[in-house]
Nanobody, 115 residues
Framework: QVQLVESGGGLVQTGGSLRLSCAVS????????MGWYHQAPGKQRELVAT???????NYADSVKGRFTISRDNAKNTVYLQMNSLKSEDTAVYLC?????????WGQGTQVTVSP
């Protein structure tokens, strides 16, 4: 089965940085789009950033200028560099990958930013 495994989450102070990684295994397919969403308790899942196989990126307004998404197409791996973290960034961050056939989600990694 396709698995998306996130890593790099943790506890960081306001203004700090984290780098999230998502490694995809179990698939021979290249994904059209990969990215990151986050979800806080009691809130809907929200887009953070996405990147297409050709390199086109999209960011939520709240993270523009602070977060950078990148991917390694050969490894089907996506990264999220998070700088200048704020308390409102606190959430479970979920890796996302979409092929022509279906969407895949990771289990999530917790990012907690101390206020």
């Amino acid at each position: 089965q396709v698995q998306l495994v996130e890593s790099g989450g943790g506890l960081v102070q306001t203004g700090g940085s984290l780098r999230l990684s998502c490694a995809v295994s179990g698939s021979i397919f290249r994904f059209n789009i990969m990215g990151w969403y986050h979800q806080a308790p009691g809130k809907q899942r929200e887009l953070v950033a996405t990147i297409r196989s050709g390199g086109t990126t999209n960011y939520a307004d709240s993270v523009k200028g602070r977060f950078t998404i990148s991917r390694d197409n050969a490894k089907n791996t996506v990264y999220l560099q998070m700088n200048s973290l704020k308390s409102e960034d606190t959430a479970v961050y979920l890796c996302y990958a979409a092929s022509n056939f279906r969407d895949y989600w990771g289990q999530g990694t917790q990012v907690t930013v101390s206020p």
